[in-house]
């Protein structure tokens, strides 16, 4: 299973940009959908997710207000609008996927890398000021 993302790129500050993200290979049933970036010299970071069939959705504080997190289930597709982009969002984004029947681990939630069982390869988004 692959997780293809796409929509990263140069914006500038106020700006707006779309990713978009959809798994290809062999199929899975969905739990969850997430959103996490890495600036370069730091740690992943969680960003946002949604719960794949009750469409619940969760943010970290500092995209509050300026991120949407959306999901397609007929095209198997997770979307993050991003607005107001300020330059501290300069990252690569990556999409991550967690299946059904996981196994349930209470130490992991939406916001933990390891809640995850699939990861893309990233798109950069840079924002300038």
């Known amino acids: 299973v692959q997780l293809q993302a796409f929509g990263g790129g140069l914006v500038q500050a106020g700006g707006s940009l779309r990713l978009s993200c959809a798994p290809s290979g062999r199929t899975f049933s969905t739990y969850a959908m997430g959103w996490f970036r890495q600036a370069q010299g730091k740690e992943r970071e969680f960003v946002a997710a949604v719960n794949w069939n009750v469409g619940t959705t969760y943010y970290t504080d500092f995209v509050k207000g300026r991120f949407t997190i959306s999901r397609d289930r007929a095209k198997n597709t997770v979307y993050l609008q991003m607005n107001s982009l300020k330059p501290e969002d300069t990252a690569i984004y990556y999409c991550?996927?967690?299946?059904?029947?996981?196994?349930?681990?209470?130490?992991?939630?939406?916001?933990?890398?390891?809640?995850?069982?699939?990861w893309g390869q990233g798109t950069e988004v840079t924002v300038s000021s």
């Open positions: 991550a996927a967690r299946r059904t029947y996981s196994r349930p681990n209470p130490n992991y939630a939406y916001d933990s890398v390891s809640y995850y069982d699939y």
